[in-house]
Nanobody, 120 residues
Framework: VQLQASGGGLVQPGGSLRLSCAAS????????MGWHRQAPGNQRELVAR???????NYADSVKGRFTISRDNAKNTVYLQMNSLQPEDTAAYYC???????????????WGQGTLVTVSS
């Protein structure tokens, strides 16, 4: 299973970006999908998470600014980021809980990071 993240880049404070992450490979079912981020010198932290049924949770620091969504038919999760601030600068990683067959357990997979830089 591979998770391919895209959409990072350089944006000015107050700007917006939309991240995408598509899962591919041998997939029977995908459960929760989410985004984490890691700034230099900091630990990786949860940004947002969404269950297959649509329940969400967000880090307090992004509530009201970021929105997570997913397209189950495309095995893709999105992160719409508005009102970006310099403190949002980090590498953003997607992850997903996946079953590769009806007989397998859930496994957690990670994508490569996509860098978001918020700077004037």
């Amino acid at each position: 299973v591979q998770l391919q993240a895209s959409g990072g880049g350089l944006v000015q404070p107050g700007g917006s970006l939309r991240l995408s992450c598509a899962a591919s490979g041998t997939i029977f079912s995908i459960g929760a999908m989410g985004w984490h981020r890691q700034a230099p010198g900091n630990q990786r932290e949860l940004v947002a998470r969404m269950t297959r049924g649509g329940s969400t949770n967000y880090a307090d620091s992004v509530k009201g600014r970021f929105t997570i969504s997913r397209d189950n038919a495309k095995n893709t999760v999105y992160l719409q980021m508005n009102s970006l601030q310099p403190e949002d600068t980090a590498a953003y990683y997607c992850n997903a809980d996946v079953r590769t067959s009806m007989y397998s357990n859930w496994r957690n997979f990670w994508g490569q990071g996509t860098l978001v830089t918020v700077s004037s």
